[in-house]
């Protein structure tokens, strides 16, 4: 079974802080996806990246960074944490390459920022 | 800006009646897919449809594409409560290396 395995089911943290959302997939996918959830407005694309070393802006990129170093790993930072960005985050990746386009996700990291 | 739009955001139905959810995108597509999300949970897979085809079975799941009214449905026939989720269409565009969704339908199933 493909498993995508985010870092933390749920954190908490301080206004101004530098945050990390780690996910790594073990199936070795090519496109690793970066979302937030929030009511009303379903899942928006926040990075996305294609490759090692790749990464492009979804919607929302405004806040965030993201860093692919190896394959399996897909990491979301915030550079400086804000209350706006309280919210469920969802990593997930896909394999086009394997001729799969669905996708897998993993548990989701619900933050507070406060 | 979200690709997909599903069709009612919320809908409530007694236990064993089917339950139909649209969505509507904009862009020319390779596939269309419908996930589910059960609460606080991630996104997991139902069906995919590509762009060539034009209905698709999966069990109690019967989806649709109209790709010349860039729209689809999903049916879930013959509901149970354990259907209660949020329901999710997602594009993948032609051209692109990535999935768009749509803000969900919340679907509740009544015993």
């Known amino acids: 079974d493909v498993k995508v395995t985010q870092s933390s089911r749920y954190l908490v943290k301080r206004t101004g802080e530098k945050v990390f959302l780690e996910c790594v997939q073990d199936?070795?996918?090519?496109?690793m996806f970066w979302y937030r959830q929030d009511p009303g407005l379903g899942l928006r694309l926040i990075y996305f990246?294609?490759?090692?070393?790749?990464?492009e802006k979804g919607d929302i990129p405004e806040g965030y960074s993201v860093s692919r170093e190896k394959k399996e790993r897909f990491s979301l930072i915030l550079e400086s944490a804000s209350t706006n960005q309280t919210s469920m985050y969802l990593c997930?990746?896909?394999?086009?390459?394997?001729?799969?386009?669905?996708?897998?996700f993993g548990q989701g990291t619900r933050l507070t920022v406060v | 800006s979200q690709q997909g739009e599903e069709d009612p955001q919320a809908l409530s139905i007694q236990e064993g009646e089917n339950a139909t959810m649209n969505c509507s995108y904009k862009?020319?597509?390779?596939?269309l897919q419908w996930y589910r999300q059960n609460s606080g949970r991630g996104l997991v897979h139902l069906i995919l449809?590509?762009?060539?085809?034009r209905e698709k079975h999966s069990g109690r799941l019967r989806v649709t594409l109209d790709t010349s009214k860039k729209s689809s449905s999903l049916l879930i026939t013959a509901s149970r409560a354990a259907d209660t989720a949020s329901y999710f269409c997602a594009t993948d565009a032609k051209g692109a290396q990535k999935l768009v969704f749509g803000q969900g339908t919340r679907l509740t199933i009544n015993p």
């Open positions: 997930a990746s896909i394999s086009p390459g394997q001729g799969r386009t669905e996708a897998f």
């Open positions: 199936m070795d996918h090519e496109n």
């Open positions: 990246s294609y490759d090692v070393k790749m990464k």
């Open positions: 862009t020319s597509i390779n596939n």
């Open positions: 449809i590509r762009s060539n085809e």
